[in-house]
Structure formats: C-alpha cells, structure tokens
C-alpha cells in the first residue's frame, strides 16, 4: 500500500514569496502532523489535525504559517512572505487514529525549502 | 517542558562493533519512548517503541529498555552491519491535556558510519 507522499520534495523560493506544501497521508489514518526539521535541530513540531480539525497549533512559529485539511485527507502547510530562517525540511506524519501516545507515526519523505 | 537529549555524532564504528546510542529525557507525564531511523534518501521510520517503564522494545536486532529511574532509553546492537548506517532519533510521546495531541518531541539525531 502507498505511503505517506508530499510534494514537491524540493522547493527553492525567494525571500518574501508565498509557498504551498502538500502532504497525502496514509488512506484510512485520521491522525495528521506537520513538523519541521532545520539544519542541525531535531524536529519540531508545528501542527496536528484529527480530521479536518487542528485542534493543535501550538507548534506554528508564526502566523505567516498555516495548514489546512480537507477530506479526512490532503492537508496544504502554508507559508506567506517566507523568510530565510523557515529554510528546513518539513515533514508530514499520519496514524490511524490518535488513541494513544503509543500509536506508530508514518512519516513522509519531507520537503526541503530553501529561501534564498 | 519536554525535551529529549541524544548523544551527538557523527559516531564511525566498524563492522560487527558494539552499538550504543545514548537518550534521556524529561518530561511532565508518563512518556511512550520511540527510536526512528532515517536511512541515507529515505523518510523517518519507526525501529522500536516502549510504553512503560522496564518494558524492552527490539527489532532488527536493536534493544532499548524504558528505564524511568534514570529516564533513559538507549539504543543498542550487539554487532553492526554496514547496512545500518543511518541517522537514528529518540523520541517521546504525551497525551498534551485538552487537544489530545501525541505529538513527537524529538532529539536532534545521531548519525552512524558502519565501515567494512
């Protein structure tokens, strides 16, 4: 069965401009994150989503951040007048169903921005 | 808050070497503690996971035991293959109150070099 997918994989964008992040998670999993992994940092978190609700933001650092989810499905991170410290890999996770700490996160393969 | 420290690499051993990976952390309530690898061009998988303490998690001949007197879980292998070089991460799960989130705290990742 697929996987977790996000695209594009790379995107190289100006300083200032807007980009649009895409993550399809795992068909079934109603559990959806977003965290972000800069050079040399561990990941972090930004977003989670149970559904097409984010009932934890509490991880975006800004708000020229933001994401949304439709369908139980498809969720679009946001970013609005990049800047060059949001450069990093951001990564999508999904699981099937947020029932406990111990459920398995499926990640994706990440999409490395770069602002120039 | 909630933190995970993770000894630093880059760690190089030889084939067949023992494997240590250090991991403590800190947290506010009763962790679930995971081990993610990432191989070279791959996403973030997860190796092994603990949900109480003194339990063992183990797969592909990797160990880690949740111990919370010393709130560590470190990463161990009996005898390396070149085949697991990779970035390896500890991380740390918690019911955060009210938005039900299991979000991943994550360390920052070791790296090994297993050469022939």
């Known amino acids: 069965g697929a996987g977790v997918s996000q695209s594009p994989s790379n995107k190289v964008t100006e300083k200032g401009k807007d980009v649009e992040l895409r993550c399809d998670p795992i068909s079934g999993h109603t559990a959806l994150y977003w965290y972000r992994q800069r050079l040399g940092q561990g990941l972090e978190f930004l977003i989670y989503f149970q559904g097409n609700s984010a009932p934890d933001k509490s991880g975006l650092p800004s708000d020229r951040f933001s994401a949304e989810r439709t369908g139980e499905s498809v969720s679009t991170l946001t970013i609005q007048r990049t800047q060059q410290e949001d450069s990093a890999v951001y990564l999508c996770?999904?699981?099937?169903?947020?029932?406990?700490?111990?459920?398995?996160?499926?990640f994706g393969p990440g999409t490395r921005l770069t602002v120039l | 808050g909630n933190s995970v420290t993770q000894m630093e690499g880059p760690v190089t051993l030889s084939e067949e070497a023992f494997l240590t990976i250090n991991c403590t952390y800190t947290?506010?309530?009763?962790?679930?503690l995971f081990w993610y690898v990432q191989y070279p061009g791959e996403g973030l998988q997860l190796l092994l996971k603990a949900t109480k303490a003194d339990d063992k998690g183990s797969n592909k001949g990797f160990e880690a035991t949740y111990r919370k007197e010393t709130t560590s879980f470190h990463l161990e292998k009996g005898s390396v293959q070149v085949s697991d070089s990779a970035v390896y991460f500890c991380?740390?799960?918690?019911?955060?109150?009210?938005?039900?989130?299991?979000?991943?705290?994550f360390g920052k990742g070791t790296k090994l070099s297993v050469i022939p």
């Open positions: 996770a999904s699981s099937h169903v947020a029932g406990g700490p111990q459920d398995e996160q499926f």
């Open positions: 947290a506010t309530g009763y962790p679930s």
């Open positions: 991380a740390l799960s918690l019911i955060y109150s009210g938005a039900g989130s299991y979000q991943l705290t």
